[in-house]
């Protein structure tokens, strides 16, 4: 008898929506893609990335950590509406990466270049900033991204993309 009743409601549990308690992240009619565009201009010559987007706090505060490896355009972008003064370590992240810190007119203020993985050591630019971009450790050296680039990403990256779900992460300097 104790089996009849329970399968019923296993049942029940199994087409029941799961909703995590802790889930802060923005709800819209279209969900949010996986990546966005992203580009820096240095020296004249655009370079596209295709990156996360960390814009919950929980999505801000786990960041890349735990990852093994990075795609080599890859990266992540965390935006921050009302520009802030942040800093960022590196526990449990395995990979170095380039940390560029993104001014509200789309200059970079810094870039912390090969960050050591697993350092509780902070890293901020010291001011206000309208994002922070993490790439590969050494990709913005490569590509002769420094303090004289400019950054955009969503539909200022890539203007003829027509995912609509891109136009609250856009970020179009000026």
């Excluded at 009619?29 to 010559?45: E, H, Q, V, Y």
């Excluded at 449990?92 to 203020?109: E, K, S």
């Excluded at 991204?145 to 179009?172: R, Y």
């Amino acid at each position: 008898m104790r089996l009849t009743f329970l399968l019923p409601l296993a049942l029940l549990a199994a087409c029941s929506p799961a909703k995590d308690k802790g889930d802060t992240s923005p709800t819209t009619s279209t969900p949010r893609p996986a990546t966005i565009p992203l580009t820096i201009t240095a020296n004249g010559k655009p370079h596209r990335f295709d990156v996360e987007v960390a814009l919950t706090k929980e999505e801000q505060a786990k960041g890349l950590m735990f990852r093994k490896s990075l795609a080599t355009n890859g990266g992540m972008v965390f935006p921050f509406t009302p520009p802030q003064t942040k800093s960022f370590w590196m526990e449990n992240t395995f990979i170095p990466l380039d940390m560029i810190f993104v001014r509200t007119d789309g200059t970079i203020a810094m870039i912390a270049a090969n960050t050591k993985p697993y350092s509780r050591e902070p890293v901020s630019a010291g001011v206000p900033v309208a994002g922070i971009v993490e790439l590969n450790g050494g990709r913005a050296a490569a590509l002769g991204i420094d303090e004289k680039a400019t950054v955009q990403w969503g539909n200022c990256a890539a203007p003829t993309h027509p995912d609509e779900a891109w136009d609250s992460l856009n970020f179009c300097p000026g």
